[in-house]
């Protein structure tokens, strides 16, 4: 049991034992004006059956209210899931439209792949037919003809520095033996060659 229940009814328990206790009080006639005419009752019967119209019409009013708070919260939840399965449907149509997009993109870019496949293919091929075509023998005979041209340039210019080198050592005299240095020789290191000339033997012949 809630609280507010709780109260109510302690709330209602006092007024039945109010009513209870002063019962005698609330039936005895009482002259009564109501503007127009007068009347004689119970002034405390008449207060409690204004108490009990009241409380009446404002159970009415609350059930009403909670009714109408009902209705409109079923409408509002009517209302979403009305636009719950509109949105559903519209993302559902974006993706459907996104998903034929990329395979639009998919097939052109597959398109654009072998267009760049054939047009390699195809200058893969004339290339293959030029070196077919090209006279391959003839290149190679021009680089053997061009290696050849070197080697020949290149035994001239050793052959030239070999006779620039003789031609240098053609008038050279070996030096008289007034002039050549005195050795001396030890025991212990004999004078290999003595006969010869040491500065001739240095120099090649």
Same mark, same amino acid.
């Given at each position: 049991m809630s609280l507010r229940a709780l109260l109510l009814l302690i709330i209602g328990a006092a007024i039945v034992a109010f009513i209870g206790v002063n019962w005698t009080a609330m039936t005895? %006639?009482? @002259?009564? !004006? /109501?503007?127009f005419t007068d009347i004689r009752a119970p002034l405390g019967l008449v207060l409690l059956g204004l108490m009990a119209? /009241?409380?009446? =019409?404002? =159970? +009415? /009013?609350i059930a009403y209210t909670q009714g109408t708070v009902l209705m409109e919260t079923r409408r509002h939840a009517k209302e979403l899931s009305a636009q719950r399965e509109l949105a559903d449907k519209a993302e559902a149509s974006r993706f459907t439209d996104l998903r034929a997009h990329l395979d639009k993109e998919v097939a052109r870019l597959a398109e654009v792949i072998e267009n760049h496949t054939r047009e390699t293919l195809? #200058?893969?091929d004339r290339a293959e037919m030029g070196l077919r075509d090209r006279p391959v023998d003839l290149e190679i005979g021009r680089l =053997?003809?061009?290696? $050849?041209?070197? !080697? #020949? @340039? /290149?035994?001239?210019r050793v052959d030239r520095l070999e006779m620039g080198l003789r031609e240098g050592l053609a +008038?050279? =005299? %070996?030096? %008289? %033996?007034s002039v050549r240095p005195a050795i001396t020789a030890t025991p212990a290191q004999p004078v290999? !060659? $003595?006969g010869e000339d040491p500065v001739g033997s240095a120099v090649p012949r």
């Amino acid at each position: 049991m809630s609280l507010r229940a709780l109260l109510l009814l302690i709330i209602g328990a006092a007024i039945v034992a109010f009513i209870g206790v002063n019962w005698t009080a609330m039936t005895t %006639p009482t @002259d009564l !004006n /109501l503007i127009f005419t007068d009347i004689r009752a119970p002034l405390g019967l008449v207060l409690l059956g204004l108490m009990a119209l /009241l409380s009446t =019409v404002f =159970v +009415g /009013l609350i059930a009403y209210t909670q009714g109408t708070v009902l209705m409109e919260t079923r409408r509002h939840a009517k209302e979403l899931s009305a636009q719950r399965e509109l949105a559903d449907k519209a993302e559902a149509s974006r993706f459907t439209d996104l998903r034929a997009h990329l395979d639009k993109e998919v097939a052109r870019l597959a398109e654009v792949i072998e267009n760049h496949t054939r047009e390699t293919l195809s #200058r893969v091929d004339r290339a293959e037919m030029g070196l077919r075509d090209r006279p391959v023998d003839l290149e190679i005979g021009r680089l =053997v003809q061009a290696v $050849e041209t070197h !080697n #020949r @340039d /290149l035994h001239s210019r050793v052959d030239r520095l070999e006779m620039g080198l003789r031609e240098g050592l053609a +008038g050279y =005299v %070996p030096a %008289p %033996p007034s002039v050549r240095p005195a050795i001396t020789a030890t025991p212990a290191q004999p004078v290999e !060659n $003595e006969g010869e000339d040491p500065v001739g033997s240095a120099v090649p012949r």
